[in-house]
């Protein structure tokens, strides 16, 4: 197991920036997440998408998401990893690393920034995120 400090001189300030907990019933999912949690979550419907957002202020932030390609499962949540200044950085490495990239960069819009998908030596599935 490593241990919790850098071996680097590179260091971020929060290793993960987003995460998505997939839906099919989106509305139960809602309503579940309210109210284990006793908070009113703001919901977006946009296309065949629908999103439901966990009140964050200044932590890492993360929503419901219900639409294609949103099977909840065993293969869990996607986390959307910290990607620095520039996503094109750490996306570079994935496959030279024994991953594989399964959406390339993306822009969000100008205010969220981009992020990309890939498959990890192991197979797991998670995601990039950054501002540029």
């Known amino acids: ?72 499962g065993v293969s869990g949540p996607l986390i959307y990893l910290n990607a620095g200044e520039d996503l094109n950085v750490v996306l570079n490495r994935i496959e030279p690393a024994g991953g594989r990239i399964v959406m390339s960069k993306t822009r969000i819009d100008e205010d969220s920034g981009c992020f990309a998908i890939f498959i990890d030596s192991e197979g797991n599935k998670l995601a990039l995120h950054s501002n540029k």
């Open 1 to 72: 197991m490593g241990g919790t400090r850098p071996n680097k001189k590179t260091t971020i300030n929060n290793c993960i920036s987003w995460f998505e907990i997939p839906a099919i019933n989106f509305q139960q999912s809602v309503d579940f997440y309210n109210h284990i949690f006793g908070f009113e979550m703001e919901v977006n419907h946009s296309g065949n998408y629908a999103m439901a957002f966990f009140p964050s202020v200044n932590g890492i932030g993360g929503a419901i998401v219900a639409g294609p390609g949103s099977t909840p």
